[in-house]
């Protein structure tokens, strides 16, 4: 464990893009909020909802792209082993999210105790996030965090073993593979039944545990790949 952590703090070098820029993007939201709703013309209305929330998550994930193409090859001159580095940068994705997860937890609080910054704006609680308690919100947070996190790692992984062909390979397949499956689903009419089975999912099964599972699957995926990657 000793060692992980050791590796971990070594990723932590890049600590801007990891912890400092997503901090500074979740400040910045109630005015990006307030200049949404100005553009909106929405400055005396009623409760709305600003949808920034995936700007946290795309931020705090770009950092592990880093880790992935900057860090790693980084560390294996320093003799880190390709499992303890994944050990590492699991650890740190984790800690990452939960930590994020309590901030937002906090700031809708506070959204909350100011009737909405003063506006009744719904900027980190929009949907159906603003009726969970805090616990179920830290974990609404968190995992999806954790889901786009392992979408960068496995990008990052990519790029380290086959380069820019593997990283155009990954998006044409993954984008021909998401085509054929839509026109599969439009040939069989398999629309209303997919929209009947989320529309019933539990929404926390939506925000957290669907997210978790496909995370899971990216993060074995990026290890597979990772134990073949070269410096």
Request: with cysteine; aromatic share 10%; glycine share 12%.
């Amino acid at each position: 464990m000793k060692r992980v952590l050791d590796v971990a703090r070594i990723q932590l070098v890049n600590w801007p893009a990891l912890i400092a820029y997503p901090l500074a993007v979740v400040a910045a939201m109630p005015l990006l909020g307030w200049v949404i709703d100005i553009s909106n013309g929405e400055t005396a209305t009623g409760p709305h909802e600003v949808y920034l929330l995936p700007v946290v998550g795309a931020v705090a994930a770009a950092g592990h792209l880093q880790t992935m193409t900057q860090v790693f090859p980084f560390a294996l001159g320093l003799g880190v082993t390709r499992r303890k580095f994944a050990e590492a940068t699991a650890l740190v994705i984790t800690a990452q999210a939960l930590v994020f997860g309590l901030v937002l937890v906090g700031f809708g609080a506070i959204e909350q105790g100011t009737g909405g910054w003063g506006r009744e704006a719904r900027i980190f609680a929009p949907g159906a996030i603003h009726e969970y308690g805090p616990i179920t919100r830290w974990l609404a947070y968190t995992v999806p965090i954790i889901a786009v996190s392992a979408i960068c790692v496995l990008a990052g992984v990519v790029f380290q073993r086959w380069r820019q062909t593997g990283i155009y390979l990954t998006v044409f397949g993954g984008a021909a593979a998401l085509a054929g499956a839509g026109a599969l689903a439009t040939s069989q009419g398999w629309w209303s039944s997919i929209g009947r089975f989320l529309g019933g999912q539990p929404s926390l099964a939506l925000f957290a545990a669907y997210p978790l599972a496909f995370a899971l699957v990216l993060g074995a995926g990026a290890w597979l790949v990772l134990r073949r990657a070269t410096a």
